[in-house]
């Protein structure tokens, strides 16, 4: 009997952060006694709205860029994304003297939009609630001869993201649980590589919208599971099933998925604005907002998180969390 390897090993998340060593950011760990004593565990934030492109999408975007051939670079890459994958791959190509096309939802938020043409790419829309931007990007990859980068359904994407969680160990050490925001499952595909792969007892929970449980639903049917695609504040998170690959890592890795509503996710933006002092986006608060609404259940002496991004527009923001949202 043959087993199917893993797409992704700790090796790889490892190779991807040599390769991002003085390219991306090794972004900060934050402490808050306050939150600490709110949810009665020591939580510590792994802040990658701090990262370039406001997000760690650029870890695994450059990763898989890079290792393009010098021929392919030369004919520019393609993406497609809501926002934040849109402007890591831009930037991703700038860096590398190449260019991209990018494939965004007709109502991609603004700033996520305006961030991605400043770095250069070219911008063609869709319908994401008719549309399958996937087939957009693969076909216009073809037509163009471009190198299609996803999201999350790459291996090389997938070791790149993980590099947050590999920084986050070494800085913080052994941690009993870590929370990751779940969208396409790229993220915490990386991360439970990389912490189970240095502390297998380690647990894993990922965090989505309820609006958007594709993740948890897959996981509970040990199958990916196809839902409607999701009307919910946290844009990063609006996908309606999970990846292949990535579902194939999560499967194995991770423990379990915690849900929080619009609600909870904007009173866990206000959080971090009010208490903390920093801004994040929707999809990148709702770990906080799991641990602020007591939806990761029974917290463990040592939690890690990741706040995966802050790319969002003050009128946005305001519009969120403001006294009259």
Known sequence: MTTTPPPITLDDVRDAAARLKGVAHRTPVLRSRTLDELVGAEVLLKCENFQRVGAFKFRGAYNAVSRLAPEQLARGVAAYSSGNHAQAVALAARELGTTAVIVMPEDAPRSKRAATEGYGAEIVTYDRYTGDRAAVAGALAADRGLALIPPYEHPHV??????????????????????????????????????????????????????????????????????????????????????????????????????????EIRA?????????????????????????????????????????????DTARFAELCGPTA
């Open 158 to 263: 997938m070791a790149g993201q993980g590099t947050a969680a590999l920084e986050l160990l070494e800085e913080a050490g052994e941690l009993d649980a870590l929370l990751v925001p779940v969208g396409g499952g790229g993220l915490i595909a990386g991360s439970a590589t990389a912490v189970k792969g240095l502390h297998p007892a380690t647990r894993v929970l990922g965090v989505e919208p309820e609006a958007g449980d594709d993740t948890k639903r897959s996981l509970d049917a040990g199958r990916r599971v196809e839902i409607p695609v999701p009307r919910t504040i946290a844009d990063g998170q609006a996908l309606h099933t999970p990846g292949e690959l990535t579902f194939s890592v999560n499967r194995r890795l991770v423990d379990d998925i915690a849900l929080v509503d619009d609600d």
């Open 268 to 312: 866990a933006m206000r959080f971090a604005f009010e208490r903390l002092k920093i801004v994040v986006e929707p999809s990148g608060a709702t770990p906080i907002a799991a641990l602020l609404a007591g939806r990761a259940g029974p917290l463990p002496r040592r939690v890690g998180v990741i706040l995966s991004g802050g790319n969002i």
